[in-house]
Structure formats: C-alpha cells, structure tokens
C-alpha cells in the first residue's frame, strides 16, 4: 500500500498520520469520497477505543451551573475538555470535525481562565455547529455566557457602553481588520447589543435587559438602524455581519491560513469566499471547494504543526497515553502553547513565524525525545506513560528498509538523500543502510530513531 | 513557493532571531545592555500590608483587626519610611536599599480602569491598554520590537517560569526559561552523541536552521552557566528565578528585558499578619529581591527592576481574616536610574469619602511609572507606541539618562 502525494496530504493537512486506518479509508474511497466521509461523521463508526474513552469525560456534559458547585469542577473539566481535544485531533476516525472545532474554537476564542465554569459548555456549543453554518456559530456565540462575560458585553449598558465585544465581533469574529469597517462602526455596533447580558436562571445564560438597551437609532456599515426597537438591534447586526462579503473574505482567508498555508494564494481566497456567500455560510460547500483545490494541493510542507498539533500526532505516532493531568499541561506549558491560556481574543496565532521561538523547538525536541524513549520503555523516561512503540514498529530486514518504512509512516513522503542519510548514519552506527536489523539493533536504536523522526523538521511540517 | 521563499517573505528574520551573523556566538560577547526586570506579583499584592500607612490611624487600623501592620515602635512594629508608611517587618531585606536611594515605592497606583477580576486586570497591566482588549502585544513586546537591531540575541527577552508573561508577546520571539537546569537535551545513555549529529544534520538545510542554531548555542551558553555555584537565594521558585535572571545578565548573553512572576497574592483568607501566609509570600518578595541585588554587584548599575500587581486589596479585612480584591495598590522600583528613598504619588488617604467604592484609590496610572522607565530608563524615546494612546505623566522617579 503506498498513498500518492495528494493523498498524503490531505491527510496531514485533515489532520491524520499517513497511515493506518485514514489511509486504508482514503485509498478505498478516494479522495472525493473520503472528504465527503468526513464531512458527515455521524456516519462514521468511531473508533471503540476513542468512543469509550470519550464517553468517560462526564463533566463535560453537565451543565455550567451544577459543575461550579462540583469540587474544583472548573478544573477537571479543563483537564477533561484537553484529553478530549487530544483524542479527538489525534485517534478519532472523524478527524476534519475535530480540526474545525478546533478551527471554531481558536476563531470564537475565549480564554480558558475567563470561561471558568462556562468553557466546556460554550466548546460543546461550538462544536455542535463546527461542520454547520457560520450563522448559527456567529448567533450562538453572540449568545453565550462565556463570550458575553469575556468581553464584556454583560456590561454594556446604555448610559456606560463597552465596546470590547462590539469592536472583536468586527474585527476578530465578522469581518476582520481589513474589513472596512469604522470606529463608528464599532461603538453604533456596540450600542446595538447594549443589553445583550447574562442571568443564570435564564436558558442557556443569555438574558436581553431591555432596561439596559439603548433605543436611539443608529447606522452600522452604512444600514439604519431605526429608533426604538430592543433585541432586534443585535439580531439584525449578527444577520448582516453573516451575509456580509467581508465576512465571507475574512472566514475563507483564516480557514486557508488554517489548512492551505501562511500565504494562502489570492485566487483560491476568493473562490472560497464566493463559495461561503453563495452557501449562506454553510461550511460543507466550503471545504469541499478546499479539499478540491489545485493550490491545496500545492502547499505541500508549507505549514507549521502548532505544539498542540504536534503533540497531538506525536502521541499518535507512538501511541503514548498520558497517565498523569501534571504531565500534560506541562508539556504544553513548554512547548509555549498552554491549552487554550492564550490571553487575548484574537486566539493562538497560526502563522509558523509565530511558532519558531528558540525556546520552542528546543521543547519539540525535548518532547520528542521523552515520548519515544518512555513509549520504548525506558524507565527512566518519568513521563508516567502508556505506550507501545514496538507494535507499530514496521518490520524490516536492514537498516535502510527500516528507516524508509518508519519515514514514510511517520512522515508521510520519501526521505531526502541527506535526511535519510543522518537517520541511516545514526541508525546503523555509521555502517551503512545495508546493515542487517537483528532484534537487538532495532532494541538498541527504535527510541533514538523515533525520537528523531518526531524532532525533524519533516515532523514540524506539513 | 517553498518553506525557505515563506519564511524569507515574513521579512522579520532579525526580529526572530534568525540573523545570520548571529551564528557567530553571542556568549562571550560581553554585552553592557541596559536591563530591564519586571516582576509581577500576581493575585493583587496587598499594597496596604507591604506598605503600610500607618499615619492614617484608625482609618487603617479600625477595619483590619488581624492583618494591619503594627506602627513603627510598637512590638511587631513595621519599618518607617516617611513617617506615613511603614513596611512589613518581612521587608527588612529590603529597607537598606530603601535608605541607601536604591529602592522606590509608588502608592495608590493602579488601572484606569475599576475592574476587580485577576484575568481582566492582569491582560490590561500586561497589554498596558487597560479597559481595551483589542492589544494583541504586551507593553515589553513592544518596546523589543521598537528596539530590535540587526544582530539579535535570543535571550533580548526572556520570560522565566511556566509560561512566558503575555506583557512580552509581541514579533520578537522572547526565550521562555524556567531554569537553567530545565533548559536540556538528553537522550539515552551511550546513544545520545550520535543522535545529537544526526538531528544537526536534519536541520541543515531546513528554513528552521538558524532556530536550531539558536537552541544549540543556548544550549551551551546556559550549560556553562549552570556549572557556577548559586550564591544564597531563597529556595522558591521566585528565588530561583532571580538567580537565572542574574546568570545571564552577568554572563553579558544579550538579555535586555526579564518578565517573572512572584506568585501567591490572593490572599482571600487567613492573610495573618507578623506570622501566617502574607508574611511568608512578602519575605521570600523581599529576601529573593535583595539577593538579586546584592548578587548583581557592579552588573547592578546597569539593571532596573520593577515590581507590580494587577490590583491592591481591599481596605477592610473580611469576615476570613483576609482580605478581598480591592484597587489602587503599590509599585516598586530598584536599581539602576531609580531616584529611591521615597515613597511616590499622591495619597488620597483612607477616609471614606476618599475611598473608591470602599478601596485605595488610585492616583498614579501604572503607564505613568512604566513609561517613565522605558523612556529614562531604557532610552527608548517612543512611549507613544509602548503604551499607545495614551500621555503619560512622569513623577520624577528616573534619573535623566
């Protein structure tokens, strides 16, 4: 079984290694299919170890009022809510509704600490629509605790307007910097949602004060907004900001920096964009232009694995499970990529000038190097780990076979002359790839190999 | 186009770090930068504890029966500064540095902005935007960016601890360093120099090269450090921090801004006084600061360190012998250009009327101090984009550099 280069890809860039089940699924239906597959993970049987696991994660379906009364429920259901990103982005067989949500929740981004005991609930909501309409992600955000309290908008008020939610809404959320829009705009936007509150007895937390609205006219992006109506200010705002080509623009852009590249070709922006328009903003009809698209598969090695996506296909590669909350978070803390801690609204940032910090490759490599020593069972690794690296270790009579099989598993594409040549050079103890792999070579090398293999830069890549 | 033609268009090599003349080594160089050390005390310190104003009597003491410190005489009595405040006992490391000029304080300095919440005020001290979210860089990322030359050292800015302080996000990438100790690469025993060659060689020709180059070098750099005796810091991890922070600026690696956290503020309950955990948090504070300094020894004329909190803590004490999140709170200067031996900003008392909605108020803007500090300090003459819309008003508190 081999993938062509194509195929590689889309599975990289979906999310998935270019092996095991995705790539058997892939090369079964193709890639047309195999997007369209995606596209309805309802229908795709769930892996039954990922499907147990998951059904575990219970805090994480109760509601935001009981979890704040349960023992640091805030906490667990933080550490609940990363185990279940790390499955889901990195041994679910519904990979592309895992990325979107990931997509969704870096683009809606609160900041775990100021959700508090909204973050799991305001995640599942975000999650329920990752493969739906932007519409519906743009009313329910608009709607939801966790966003109202984060940026304020639960004290918007008429008299004293705060315009931190109004201005992200256009900036991050709609229509983006570029947009076109005023600061005008920003603060006849942010009288438009005067009122748009919290209440905790209220269904799902969202609360209208009509007390607290200002019922002036206004004019938001050229529209009049006329005198003395309530909540429909906001809704009427939130539906033009959906249909709006700006919006269209600024969403097809950030989905191509998400899966395309840092500089993602004019031409294909625009096409998905036009797409996004003439779809009302369902997604299915933009993705499946994306995952169509020659300049999608142009991109290839263009895109820097952020850490948490690194990790996350580190621990697929070699099959590690995470024994201890501790050691996780810290990894993450290291690899300057805490879960959700970014601190400002704008979410953690895609671009891989962002992530090339000196400190953060050395945790890459550090990571690298204790997930395949410990998932070889070294006992001094410390890591309190689950792995097997042995299993997925594919077999092989030389060196050189060896490194070319585990490559390709890893990698998903041929080695370089060079690269091979560094992987053979240590692998083989400078003998050369012909050199015969008995048991007690691969023993000596598997850890140091794979540890290698996740370090390089064609891991970072994709 | 390829990763090498995207990472070149980004057209910020300099500002990564990725300068190619920096291949040439900056350990050794022996740089005589300025230095700047910014300690945030998260939780809301209680500026009413650490610098007590004892001359507002029963304003103060009447509405915290357990945690006012005593008047200067009294048993348990704080250390007189001015006649109107007094420090907590465990700041006695600290009072030497006070009379001798080095150390100033600002009172009822604070936000803009009224917000009680750690998160809010934390993101608003840190972006030095406060009351305004949409900052997407912090006031130590800016004036790195402001600043960036050709030939970049990695260590510009570091952030020491779990996590870098969002007050250094910016285009400069800072090097996050929890210690010395921390900043390893190991493999398997017997298997480890021969690993190490073959991951130099993946990296060769890869766009993340001069990163890699970076890592390799810091690597050595801070292994030589490590080797060096610590001399006595306390055993916490803000102790441990500052003697890094000292490593490197004697070790001259380029460091110009230092961002750490001294953590453990929120003191909602049992704060105690002379005994309990607020004195414990204020004498590791203030026996870790006066290590550093003394460490420094001539390095010190050249370092700067300020210490903040997201907010002060309320006037009166709680029904848990705490105290809760309150308003206008304190700073801290030391070192290098600080005019000390006083205590600065206006005191608008402790009456009620003169209260804010039962808290300090705050009568110095932090931006004021901070501003003051790059400009005079630092040199850095574009305060205007450090803390953008904003006009800051200096109290005098930095020599004229």
């Known amino acids: 079984m081999s993938l062509s280069q194509n195929e590689t890809h889309l599975l990289l860039r979906i999310g998935f290694l270019p092996s095991g089940w995705a790539a058997e699924r892939l090369q079964a239906l193709g890639a047309e299919a195999f997007v369209e597959e995606q596209l309805q993970p309802e229908r795709i049987p769930e892996d039954p170890e990922v499907a147990r696991k998951l059904a575990r994660l219970k805090l994480l379906e109760m509601e935001p009022r009981l979890l704040a009364r349960a023992f640091d429920g805030e906490g667990r259901a933080y550490v609940e809510l990363l185990r279940r990103h790390l499955w889901r982005n990195g041994q679910s067989r519904r990979r592309l509704e895992a990325r979107m949500a990931a997509f969704w929740t870096n683009h809606f981004y609160v ?5 508090g005991h909204h973050l799991a609930d305001y995640h599942r909501t975000l999650e329920r629509h990752a493969l739906g309409s932007f519409r519906d992600l743009l009313f329910a955000v608009a709607r939801h605790p966790a966003m109202l309290t984060y940026l304020n908008n639960d004290s918007n008020v008429a008299e004293h307007p705060n315009e931190n939610y109004a201005r992200e809404l256009l900036e991050l959320h709609t229509l983006g910097v570029d947009g076109g829009y005023t600061e005008q705009d920003v603060k006849e936007a942010a009288r438009a949602l005067t009122g748009w509150t919290t209440h905790p007895r209220a269904i799902g937390g969202f609360f209208f004060n009509p007390d607290a609205h200002d019922k ?17 200010d906001g809704l009427a705002l939130l539906d033009l900001l959906a249909r709006h080509p700006g919006t269209a623009r600024f969403v097809a852009t950030k989905l191509a920096l998400w899966f395309v590249s840092d500089a993602p070709p004019e031409g294909l922006v625009r096409r998905l964009a036009e797409v996004f328009l003439r779809a009302r903003g369902e997604l299915r009809p933009v993705l499946r232009a994306l995952f169509s698209a020659p300049e999608f598969y142009a991109a290839r090695g263009q895109r820097l694995r952020s850490p948490i996506e690194f990790l996350a296909a580190a621990t697929e590669v070699t099959g590690v499970a995470f024994l201890d909350d501790w050691i996780l978070l810290d990894a993450l803390n290291r690899l300057e990529q805490p879960f959700l801690g970014w601190k400002t609204p704008d979410g953690y940032p895609t671009r891989a000038r962002a992530w090339s910090s000196t400190s953060g490759l050395l945790a890459r490599w550090q990571v690298a190097l204790e997930l395949a020593q410990e998932a070889d069972g070294d006992p001094e690794g410390g890591w309190g780990l689950l792995a097997h690296l042995e299993n997925r270790d594919p077999a092989a009579r030389t060196v050189g076979e060896w490194v070319d099989k585990a490559t390709r598993q890893v990698w998903g594409r041929e080695p370089s002359g060079a690269q091979l040549a560094a992987l053979v050079d240590y692998t083989s103890d400078g003998q050369g790839a012909g050199r015969p792999l008995t048991p007690t070579l691969a023993g000596r090398k598997r850890g140091g190999l794979y540890a290698l293999l996740l370090a390089a830069p064609e891991f970072q890549w994709t | 186009m390829n990763r090498r033609d995207l990472l070149k268009t980004l057209g910020a090599l300099g500002a990564l770090g990725l300068t190619p003349g920096f291949q040439l080594g900056f350990a050794g160089r022996g740089r005589e930068e300025r230095v700047l050390v910014v300690v945030f005390m998260r939780g809301g310190a209680d500026a009413l504890a650490l610098a007590a104003p004892h001359a507002e009597g029963g304003f103060y003491y009447d509405r915290r029966p357990t945690v006012a410190v005593p008047e200067p005489g009294r048993p348990g009595g704080g250390l007189d500064l001015d006649g109107r405040f007094t420090f907590h006992p465990a700041l006695a490391p600290l009072f030497e540095l006070y009379r001798e000029g080095r150390l100033a304080v600002v009172h009822a300095a604070g936000l803009s902005v009224r917000t009680r919440s750690h998160f809010d005020a934390q993101q608003y001290v840190e972006s030095g935007t406060p009351d305004d979210k949409s900052s997407r860089t912090g006031w130590l990322g800016r004036h790195l960016a402001l600043t960036a030359g050709a030939d970049a050292s990695p260590f510009r800015g570091v952030g020491m601890g779990d996590v870098v302080p969002a007050s250094l996000l910016g285009p400069v990438q800072p090097l996050a360093l929890r210690a010395l100790e921390a900043f390893r690469l190991h493999g398997r025993e017997g298997e480890w120099p021969a690993m190490q060659r073959s991951l130099r060689a993946l990296y060769a020709s890869d766009p993340l090269a001069p990163v890699a ?7 050595a750099t801070l292994e030589g450090l490590a080797e060096r005796p610590a001399p006595a810091y306390p055993e916490t991890p803000f102790g441990q921090r500052l003697a890094t922070v000292a490593r490197l600026i004697r070790a001259g690696v380029g460091l110009e801004v230092a961002a750490l956290d001294a953590d453990g503020w929120d003191t909602h309950e049992d704060q105690g006084t002379l005994e309990g955990a607020f004195a414990g948090l204020a004498e590791d504070w203030a026996r ?63 009456a009620v009327a003169a209260l804010d909605d039962g808290d300090l108020a705050v009568t110095t803007d932090v931006r004021d101090v901070l501003a003051e500090v790059v400009v005079r300090g630092l040199g850095n003459p574009r305060v205007d984009e450090v803390f953008p819309g904003y006009r800051p008003r200096f109290l005098g508190l930095m020599e004229e550099a």
Not at chain 1, 111 to 115: C, H, I, K
Not at chain 2, 308 to 330: I, P
Request: proline share 4%; net charge positive; no cysteine.
């Open chain 2, 288 to 350: 870790s600061l006066a290590a550093f300094w003394n460490d420094l020894g001539p390095h010190g004329r050249r370092v700067t360190v300020v210490a903040l909190s997201e907010f002060g803590r309320r006037v009166e004490e709680n029904a848990s012998g705490g105290t809760d999140h309150g308003h206008g709170g304190a700073m801290w200067l030391l070192g290098a250009g600080v005019r000390g031996g006083r205590v600065y900003g206006r005191w608008p008392g402790l």
């Open chain 1, 111 to 115: 900041p775990a600490e100021a959700a």
């Open chain 1, 216 to 232: 002036g006219n206004k004019t938001i992006l050229g529209h009049t907004f006329p005198a003395g109506r309530g909540i429909e």
């Open chain 2, 213 to 219: 180059r970076n890592v390799w070098e810091a690597l």
